[in-house]
C-alpha cells in the first residue's frame, strides 16, 4: 500500500497546472453532460404524460357527450311514462275513476325497468392503465368517480324492482282476466276483453299498481340522477379540453340539463376560488 501511495503522489505531483485546468473542464464537461440528460430526459416524460392526458380527456369528453345522449333520450322517454301512470292511479284512487282497458295496458308499463344505455370504453381504459390516479385534476377525478357509481346503484336498484316484477306478474295476469292481442302495426302483443268490473273492485289489485307506479317513480329518479351526474362531468371534462359539453345527438343542452352543467362549473369556480 505504501509503494503504492508513493507512485500516485509521484504521477500527481508530475502534472502541471495546464493539465489539472483541462481535466477540471472535462470533468466538468461530464457532469454538466449526465445533469441535462437528466432535465431532457424528465422534460420528455413530462411531454409524454401531459400529451397522454389530452388525449385521455378528449377521449373521456367524447364518450361523456355520447353517455349524455344516450341517458337524456331515456330519461325524458322514460318521464312521459311515468307521469302517465301517476296520472291513472291519481284519478283511479283520488277520484275513484277506474282505468279502462287502454289505460291499463299503459299502466303494464310499471313493469319496465330498462338498463342504462352507456359507453364505458374510454374509462375502462383509463382504469385498467392506472385507474382514476391518471386523471391529474381532483374535480375531474370526482366528477367520474360520481357518475359511475351512481350508475352502479341505479343497475343494484333496477335487479330489486325486475325480481318484485317478476314475482308479482303472473298473479296480476290472472287478475286482470281477458285474452291475448297483437297489433300488427305496432308488433306490441297485450291484453284485451278484461273484467272491468272484477278489476276495479280488486282492491289487492289496485294496492299492486300503486307500489308498482311508485317503484317506477323511484327508478325514474335514479334516472334523472345519473343523468345529471353524466351532464355534469362532461360539463368539467369539456371545460379540460376547452370545448363545451355538446350531447352526441346534436340536441344541445337546455333548461334543466343547462342549469346542471353550470352549477357544476360554478361549483368548481367557488371551490377553486
Do not use: K
Not at 292481442?181 to 291484453?191: K, M, V
Amino acid at each position: 500500500m505504501i509503494v503504492i501511495w508513493q507512485r500516485m503522489r509521484r504521477a500527481v505531483t508530475g502534472i502541471g497546472d495546464t493539465e489539472w485546468a483541462l481535466l477540471a473542464f472535462e470533468t466538468l464537461g461530464v457532469v454538466l453532460g449526465i445533469v441535462l440528460a437528466f432535465q431532457l430526459n424528465a422534460w420528455n416524460s413530462a411531454r409524454i404524460e401531459a400529451r397522454y392526458q389530452h388525449d385521455l380527456l378528449e377521449r373521456l369528453h367524447a364518450e361523456a357527450q355520447q353517455n349524455v345522449a344516450s341517458l337524456r333520450a331515456l330519461r325524458d322517454q322514460m318521464a312521459g311514462w311515468d307521469a302517465n301512470h301517476q296520472a291513472i292511479m291519481s284519478a283511479w284512487i283520488g277520484e275513484g275513476t277506474c282505468p279502462d282497458e287502454g289505460q291499463l295496458r299503459q299502466l303494464g308499463t310499471v313493469q319496465f325497468f330498462p338498463s342504462l344505455q352507456y359507453n364505458t370504453a374510454a374509462y375502462d381504459e383509463m382504469i385498467g392503465s392506472g385507474g382514476l390516479a391518471s386523471i391529474a385534476d381532483p374535480r375531474l377525478r370526482e366528477a367520474i368517480s360520481h357518475f359511475h357509481s351512481m350508475a352502479g346503484s341505479y343497475r343494484d336498484q333496477q335487479d330489486y324492482f325486475r325480481s318484485l316484477a317478476i314475482a308479482r306478474e303472473a298473479h296480476v295476469s290472472q287478475a286482470i282476466g281477458g285474452r291475448a292481442a297483437y297489433n300488427a302495426e305496432s308488433g306490441q302483443f297485450y291484453q284485451t276483453g278484461m273484467d272491468m268490473a272484477r278489476i276495479c273492485g280488486d282492491g289487492q289489485l289496485q294496492l299492486y299498481y300503486t307500489s308498482a307506479t311508485r317503484n317506477f317513480g323511484v327508478m325514474q329518479g335514479f334516472r334523472t340522477q345519473v343523468t345529471e351526474r353524466a351532464i355534469a362531468m362532461c360539463a368539467q371534462l369539456g371545460r379540460a379540453v376547452g370545448r363545451d359539453c355538446l350531447p352526441s345527438d346534436g340536441a344541445a343542452l337546455e333548461g334543466a340539463d343547462l342549469q346542471v352543467a353550470n352549477a357544476a362549473l360554478a361549483g368548481d369556480e367557488n371551490r377553486g376560488s
